[in-house]
């Protein structure tokens, strides 16, 4: 069984060998984004999911690595279409590629990385090849609507923590779900061991993007490589702020609703006001608590699985990283 | 043999039935806007020559409306995300889904009819499944190219037609390769006569831009559904510009230099100035010429194929309408 810091050495590697062959691409203007979009990196935690799920079964994971570069030039399209659209202008302490190029480059790079995604698939060997590029169709729509939520839930401000959750559900983890069915599918696994990895990827992805949301609220800013206190600023509605609506007094309320409502106004004072309304309702704890009870359960499930305790600790331990990680 | 008219009935009627179904999905904000592009209309050219091709081999095209559709769907990704590159503001006679809406609603609702246009594909009930899709993918992949090559030229001015066709050939043509090909495969044709399908695809889809370039330029308003000009008013490297500044003495070449660079200029001057110079060097019966070389080119190959002419007859009878139209 290949380690966690091996199999991300060949997701690297993987990876450096396509952008060598897309930066040699043409037209460039077209490829040369997608390398550096590439190269900015990011944590690789979906094609990580896809090897480890399948190393869950079987031991040569570098036949598989197209599927799991597959997932993450998917993810990368969707980030990059993304910042467009939530104009966010820094992705891994680099400009975003709309800012780093143009708009237009964006969405067209963006727009081959999907099918460039989807000819990988296409070259996986396996009898489930079916099954997999339809399930990736599938999450791909789902990723799409969540994306959808999370812009038509800036304009309101009704919006509940079951609502969100339903969002981050669609937009982040069913990409995570798919990674680990993807990879126990190219595994040979049962249909409803596969369909319990999916659900243990759905509880990691929930679990994620709650932390995802903590920190950018309550995390360090160099670790966190964006500013701390942006989901405040742009009035985003998070966990945090779903639930700190739902638990505040009338005089809390009032106070959120002016600031959410101001059009100018100082930033560390909105951030330092919000902040300590969270403090106040120890939003903190209530946020901390929810992603131990998604762990808990993405955890629960993988020590269901019928497969032997120290094939499955590598994922357990991701799940732990995830949870416990600054950044 | 359904004839051109039924046909064309089966696809709107296909087209319908999946629009009601969108019409109705949810989030509504990201399906809507592609209800409204597809209603929009358009010619439905690739759905009807999957179709057609088809019919060269077998009688139940209602069979493989799922491919006919994919293909429009596929297409209609594209126009949302193009017009919002290149700032088209109206299609059809209607607004652009980026004016109609806003821009990040025709990102995501292209992004999900791409992805609608594969789980289209994968209801196909076809032993040329894999084939069909990843034909598709490739194909995708080079209109991308075609629309990165097209903003290239934007900021060049030494284009040839050469390069013109090579663009135009990915931005276009692949898809009506691609579409017959399918249709033929569907039909269960040989790899040989699918080639040559493909090969006619891509002489009608020269053809068809061609033609739709001598339109933008010499067409009627009101028929073309935009306006006439544009192409010159934006520089727009079209066969005739490029063919124009090829052939043009000093003289000429000097004074479109001079328009093409002006950044503040009265339009209708523009039009009307680079318009006499296409006249004088008769740029007109030089790209019906080329026109004409590519439509014969198409007619030949589906000539050559090993199919009775009476079931060629409906394709043949495309070609002509495609070039004989007058918008």
């Given at each position: 069984m290949t380690n966690v810091s091996e199999l991300q050495q060949l997701i690297e590697s993987e990876i450096s060998h396509y952008s060598a062959l897309w930066d040699q691409s043409h037209p460039v203007n077209l490829y040369k984004p997608i390398c550096y979009a590439l190269k900015?990196?990011?944590?690789r935690i979906r094609p990580l999911m896809v090897l480890l799920s399948y190393q869950l079964f079987k031991d040569d994971p570098e036949e598989i690595l197209k599927a799991a570069i597959a997932i993450e030039l998917f993810h990368n399209f969707t980030l990059l279409h993304d910042d467009i659209m939530d104009k966010a202008e820094m992705r891994r302490n680099q400009p975003s590629v709309h800012i780093r190029f143009n708009e237009n480059t964006a969405i067209l790079s963006g727009d081959v990385m999907a099918f460039l995604a989807y000819g990988l698939l296409f070259e996986i060997k396996s009898e489930r090849k079916a099954d997999i590029i339809s399930q990736f169709t599938y999450t791909a729509r789902e990723v799409c609507e969540g994306q959808q939520l999370d812009m038509d839930f800036e304009?309101?401000?009704?919006?509940t923590s079951g609502e969100y959750i339903g969002m981050i559900r669609l937009k982040t983890a069913v990409l995570l779900g798919c990674s680990l069915k993807v990879g126990g599918w190219l595994g040979g696994c049962d249909e409803d061991v596969a369909q319990s990895l999916y659900d243990a990827g759905i509880c990691m992805g929930l679990a994620f993007q709650l932390k995802d949301d903590l920190l950018d609220t309550f995390g360090e800013e160099k670790a966190f490589g964006k500013i701390i206190g942006g989901d405040i600023i742009s009035n985003k509605k998070t966990f945090l702020l779903t639930e700190a609506l739902q638990r505040a007094d009338y005089q809390q309320k009032k106070l959120m609703g002016n600031w959410l409502s101001?059009?100018?106004?100082n930033k560390e004072e909105k951030i330092h006001t919000i902040k300590a309304i969270y403090k106040e309702l120890d939003i903190q704890t209530i946020t901390v608590n929810k992603i131990n009870e998604f762990t808990s359960r993405g955890i629960e499930i993988l020590e269901s699985l019928p497969v032997a305790a120290d094939r499955k600790e590598p994922l357990m331990e991701l799940v732990r990283n995830l949870i416990s990680r600054n950044n």
């Amino acid at each position: 069984m290949t380690n966690v810091s091996e199999l991300q050495q060949l997701i690297e590697s993987e990876i450096s060998h396509y952008s060598a062959l897309w930066d040699q691409s043409h037209p460039v203007n077209l490829y040369k984004p997608i390398c550096y979009a590439l190269k900015v990196g990011g944590k690789r935690i979906r094609p990580l999911m896809v090897l480890l799920s399948y190393q869950l079964f079987k031991d040569d994971p570098e036949e598989i690595l197209k599927a799991a570069i597959a997932i993450e030039l998917f993810h990368n399209f969707t980030l990059l279409h993304d910042d467009i659209m939530d104009k966010a202008e820094m992705r891994r302490n680099q400009p975003s590629v709309h800012i780093r190029f143009n708009e237009n480059t964006a969405i067209l790079s963006g727009d081959v990385m999907a099918f460039l995604a989807y000819g990988l698939l296409f070259e996986i060997k396996s009898e489930r090849k079916a099954d997999i590029i339809s399930q990736f169709t599938y999450t791909a729509r789902e990723v799409c609507e969540g994306q959808q939520l999370d812009m038509d839930f800036e304009s309101r401000s009704d919006v509940t923590s079951g609502e969100y959750i339903g969002m981050i559900r669609l937009k982040t983890a069913v990409l995570l779900g798919c990674s680990l069915k993807v990879g126990g599918w190219l595994g040979g696994c049962d249909e409803d061991v596969a369909q319990s990895l999916y659900d243990a990827g759905i509880c990691m992805g929930l679990a994620f993007q709650l932390k995802d949301d903590l920190l950018d609220t309550f995390g360090e800013e160099k670790a966190f490589g964006k500013i701390i206190g942006g989901d405040i600023i742009s009035n985003k509605k998070t966990f945090l702020l779903t639930e700190a609506l739902q638990r505040a007094d009338y005089q809390q309320k009032k106070l959120m609703g002016n600031w959410l409502s101001k059009e100018i106004f100082n930033k560390e004072e909105k951030i330092h006001t919000i902040k300590a309304i969270y403090k106040e309702l120890d939003i903190q704890t209530i946020t901390v608590n929810k992603i131990n009870e998604f762990t808990s359960r993405g955890i629960e499930i993988l020590e269901s699985l019928p497969v032997a305790a120290d094939r499955k600790e590598p994922l357990m331990e991701l799940v732990r990283n995830l949870i416990s990680r600054n950044n």
